[in-house]
């Protein structure tokens, strides 16, 4: 069998998206199609006391204008997307999913207030200008530190305070490991909220067909199938009168996971109403407003050791921003608590959560996922342990490293998924190694380093470790058909937002079917091909449909296989699958084109025996035990302008170890990708609200995607422990860039300032940010 | 509503004329009334680079134009490069140095790209990444981008 | 982000511009490059009722050399065409070496040298830098034509001297001294970002290699350019030693400037980076001085 996994394959999709043919959600045109715009609240928290939609609705070109009371009883709350965690005791939690439109107060500035429907896009907007709207402004919710003061402004009045959920994990007994450690670190970390920024802002077209009562949406979402679920839920419709195509999507990060958006139900609500197909497609100044955000948290953290740096225990209480609603219930900080103990063995752990409600845009997974700021925890907190201990930091981190004999590894604590947190397999102290090798570790700290500050440079290194865990259930499905022209169909659910599903999924195919990857045509995201399964998220699409189509492409060739030896009149073990034929080994004369068994697969006449199935199809379907845990080491040098405080990252070496790699340049993407992300968040991109929880830096302009000029070379190099929990080996790292950049950024950062003695606690940093922090300092000295 | 103007245009060779309500976007005017949807737009306040098109052979943002401003003058989308079948050299080169994955600012960095290794055909890194600096890319980190760009530069000599 | 209907104009002649202002007045906007402008149309933060478009006035795009040994641009000029002009890198360096520094590629493709100038951003290099290189601005209405000197025509943030009938027609730079250097330096989070400070400098000297005259402007520091002459001031007969230059940065980031803070740079950094920018920029400047044969 020629090997195809993990082979370097150029992609089936790029030329359909280099010549501009690929079809995005924005490109469907369809006759008689209307213009959808919305008003929305300039305030972040704000009584609606009346609206006025009069003038508007006389704009000549307009044809709807809906407001919460014109919607009647259909205007209804939700639905959550992630139900509360029901796995641990004492938990609270306080479920306040979205709402379609406003209709009594304003949670978020930005949050709809009106639907305009109009002939155009531009006479939309102009209508959402004549909407006379009353808004009563209070006190807005923005800091998650005051959140909970009892004389804060209350997000939902119903509630008797801001707390959204609570809830405590643990490990061991902390207090106990804190009594008898040598050395107790404790410090406060800030992170704050940033944006997913796809270059892709988002859409939804909705097409209701009154003849045949069918609805078809496109939608830029990560997850076609539950937005067809919910879609006909709400509607009255059953699922098969609803079909969500999601076509090639600009990018999705997260966001576009988010379920279902008030757009989401509005748009295709408003097409059945009005029989006539709606676009909405969000501009960048709403995306600031109207797309979930990530990040913001407030750790009160501490780390107990023993005085040679072995870690006897981690506890942290953790306030963590929910933004104005919760539908995405606790996946975030859950993902966090299951990564502040990092890669290492920690026996003993405390973490008390606590979710608040603010007046902000509502938050839900953004690559990372709540990792970012776990890892950012548990590697400063190892930093700091390590200069207080005299240990190199790299020292400490081997030291505390997870056991390879000790996979699968018990956290007992429970992660996103409410399932307890395993580590299904590691091997990570070669990883560090390599990455040590790569950056030039030593020589750096022996000779490179203080070479250049005796020069009077301000070079710093770091080098971080970080685990995610990834490719988390239930399950996925794939069918796999075989056609009559010989080429390959394969239908998935979860949606592409440009993973290279189209050449990784065919890779699998390919391998198991003797045909060029060329030759394997990939369905994602239409539920009218495949209508199971759940999306694209939490590092997931290779491990879960990656294997549910592994899976297929087994069945699929074992009907091959019987089917060839009953026509061939051969042994099914001496039948070789090579170049779309099956031959008989070593007599290459007999053999039979895939094609041409598939179309005996599938006869016009005669009879298809009892037991057998027509065709050479099959489908299947792959859910994981649990999830499977990656990890990963970046290193990097960076070096520090101490006038301006500009910073120059110089190299960035990472080493990843993502199980099997099914194509080592689309993982290769994936991570540079990850790691320009994860630049962003250290030092470029951070969204700053007012008291007043207005946006300050709503465009591209003021909040910063990193560009060519600030995102160095990235040097990559790859372990392989596989994943026991699938057939294909494979673990997620559509995450894995992002996660540790901040620690690592931080840590380089001090290293390259080592006379200042910073500390750094916050993210992100910018050069403003890093200027105080050391005008702070100079003032103590 | 203002009046129409009329619009005589030639957009990748071929002749256009239409009626445009002044305030229509160039963006608008190539995606929605002559359907070259391969122009994207990812920002509409001139930051984000997707909706690069050649007006005239020179890199202008097709969103901070107004369609009737196009009135005479020549316009290249990405559909004027290559075709599936047979891709312009830059296009294959991001094919085969891995330069795009969602896809979504491609067209935009492609048309930068053109008159950039026209004026440029022997840039070395920090040139490149500095010509392709007005476009942002959330999924590459710009480094296989930087590789393409290298490759071309190659193709488009010999 | 579509913007708001207007009237739209496309004079063919600086005449038929100026009549169409005189007739429409505040409720005109001239649309020059449209690179500021129409984004915050798109935005519907300005929304004019009629746009006049220049881009159709081919006596407005031209760069010509003037007869005192100066230069002239049309206001209609682009950045691309200014980058790339000869012209411009032997008569003014300063605005050769600027050119690369504004916006993107494809913001220069369009964007004009007038337009830049109009617009007034405190932000933008072409308005500081027409200040220290002494550029002045020719301002045409039916009603008259007259030149303003830069330093006087740049009122506060956004804000000139221009009536609302009134048309930027043309820019005149004065040729530069013997023994002139000049400098930009900038910092900016991205390269296409304003920048959170950013110093232009023209220095000359004289035959004994004194400094003769130090023009020093900052960007994004005030409502508008911002000269800090008590800097420039220092230096005048000071050879240009490093311990002088040091001096006048000190000036410059203590006394010339009362910057702002903003989400990108609060004052204090503000002054920071003014110091170090100007030192760095006064050195290259007169390293420039004294090894250019300007």
Redesign the interface.
Known sequence: MPKIIGERIKRNEDPRLLTGEALFVDDVSIPGMLHAAFLRSDYAHAYLRSIDTSAARERPGVVAVITAQDMGDEWQPGPPLVSPPPTVKGVVFHSRPQVPLVKDKVRHAGEAIALVVAESRYIAEDAVEDILVDLDPIDAVVDIEKALHPDAPLVHEDLESNLAAHLIQQRGDYAAARARADVVIKRKIVIDRGAAGAMENRGIVADWDAKSQHLTVWDTTQAPIPIRNGIATRLGLSESQVRVIAPFIGGGFGPKMMMHYPEEILIPWIAVKLGRPVKWIEDRHENFFATTQERTQVHEAEIALTKDGRVLGVSHNFLHDSGAYDPYGLTIPLNTQSHVMGAYDVPNYYSDLKVVFTNKTLTTPIRGAGRPQGIFVIERLLDIAAKELGIDPVEIRMRNFIHPDAFPYQREIIDQAFAPLILDSGNYKPVLEKAATMIGYDRFVKEEGPRLRAEGRHVGIGLVSFIETTGVGPYEGARITVEASGKIRVATGVGTQGQGHFTSFAQIVAEQLGVGVEDVHVSTGDTSEFHWGTGTFASRGAVVAGNAIHASALAVRYKILKLASKVLEAPEEELELEDGQVRVADIPNMSISLGELALLANPLRGAVEPGTEPGLEATAYFGPQYGAAAFGVHAMILEVDPETMMVEIKRYVVVEDCGTILNPMILEGQIHGGVAMGIGNAFYERLVFDENGQLLNASLADYLIPTASEVPRIEVGHEETRSPLNPLGTKGAGEAGTIPVPALFAQALENALPDLNLEILEMPLSPNRLFELVQEKERDK | ???L?EVAVTINGKKYQRSV?????LS?FL??EI????????????????C?VL?DR????S????A??ANGHEII???G????EK?HPL?EA???A?G????????GI?M?LVP?LESNPEPD?SE???????????????????EAVKLASEKLRT | MKPAPFDYYAPTTIEEALSLLARYGYDAKALAGGQSLIPMMNFRLAQPSVLIDLNNIPDLFFIRVAQEGGLRLGAMTRHAQVERDPLIAERVPLIFETMPKIATPQIRSRGTFGGSISHADPSAELVTVSVILDGSFRLRSQAGDRWVPAREFFIGMFTTQLEPDELLTEIAFPPLQPRSGWALLEISRRPHDFALVGVAVVVNLDEDHRCHNARIGLLSVGDGPVEAHRAAEALIGQAPTSAAIQAAAEIAAAEDIDPSSDIHASAGYRRQLVKVLTRRALSLAFERASTKPY
């Open positions: 509503m203002s009046d103007y309500d002044p305030r229509l976007l608008d995606r929605h359907n070259l949807t391969g122009t994207h737009v990812g920002c509409e306040h001139g930051v984000c680079g997707a690069t007006f020179q890199p202008v943002r969103c901070l134009m107004f009737v401003q989308t990405v559909e490069l290559g075709t599936q891709l296009q991001f094919m085969e891995h795009l994955q969602c896809g979504f600012c491609t067209p492609l930068t950039f890194e490149i990444r500095h010509a392709i600096s007005g476009n942002l890319c959330r999924c590459t980190g710009y480094q296989n981008i930087v």
